[in-house]
Each structure stands twice: as structure tokens, then as C-alpha cells.
């Protein structure tokens, strides 16, 4: 059974930092892409980073300079580490994991940020 169990968020003052964790188990991690996607009340569920297989990364433009993704295969885990917060980064972080050749996609079931002005 694939489970994806992210960790690290909560209430943080703008400016401030959070790093979350992403803990994969039942699917040989190393070979996914991972990524981080959020989703602000009332809105669409949006890419913020992904860190492909092979550790190439792709950033949403909203969050390049303030947010950095990474993972540890040792670990089975993502991260990412989340600099000088906005409230506009306020919503439900979901982890993503993700093999495109052999049609495979799942998701955590998210973690809330809350980013006070």
C-alpha cells in the first residue's frame, strides 16, 4: 500500500520559515518524481516545486528565490523548505509522487500553512 505522509505545517508569521517533510512508503521512491502542490481556499490545486528522479527542479514563478525543494533517497522523503512566507502561500501542502512511464500518480493527504499578516 502506497502512503505519502507529509509533515510541517502550521501558523507562521509572514516572513517567517517552514520546512515540510514528505515520507513515502510502498513505491521504490527513487524512481519518482516528487512535488509539491497547494491549494488556497476557494481556489484550483497548483504546482509550487517538483524535484524530478534524477534531481533536476522546476519551481511555480510565485515561489523561485523563497522556496527550495530536495529529497533524500536514503530516506524516502521530500522536502521543502519555505523562506520568507507570504500570506499569499496560505492553503494545503500536498505531496505528490509521480511516474509518468508506467502511468502511476499519488498523493499525500496534505498538510495546512497558514501564513498570518
Known amino acids: 500500500q502506497v502512503q505519502l505522509v507529509e509533515s510541517g505545517g502550521g501558523l507562521v508569521q509572514a516572513g517567517g520559515s517552514l520546512r515540510l517533510s514528505c515520507a513515502a512508503s510502498?513505491?521504490?521512491?527513487?524512481?519518482?518524481?516528487m512535488g509539491w502542490y497547494r491549494q488556497a481556499p476557494g481556489k484550483q490545486r497548483e504546482l509550487v516545486a517538483v524535484?524530478?528522479?534524477?534531481?533536476?527542479?522546476k519551481y511555480a514563478d510565485s515561489v523561485k528565490g523563497r522556496f527550495t525543494i530536495s529529497r533524500d533517497n536514503a530516506k524516502n522523503t521530500v522536502y521543502l523548505q519555505m523562506n520568507s512566507l507570504k500570506p499569499e502561500d496560505t492553503g494545503v501542502y500536498y505531496c505528490?509522487?509521480?511516474?509518468?512511464?508506467?502511468?502511476?500518480?499519488?498523493w499525500g493527504q496534505g498538510t495546512q500553512v497558514t501564513v498570518s499578516s
Open positions: 524535484i524530478s528522479s534524477v534531481g533536476s527542479t
Open positions: 510502498g513505491i521504490i521512491f527513487s524512481v519518482y518524481d
Open positions: 505528490n509522487a509521480e511516474h509518468r512511464r508506467i502511468s502511476r500518480n499519488y
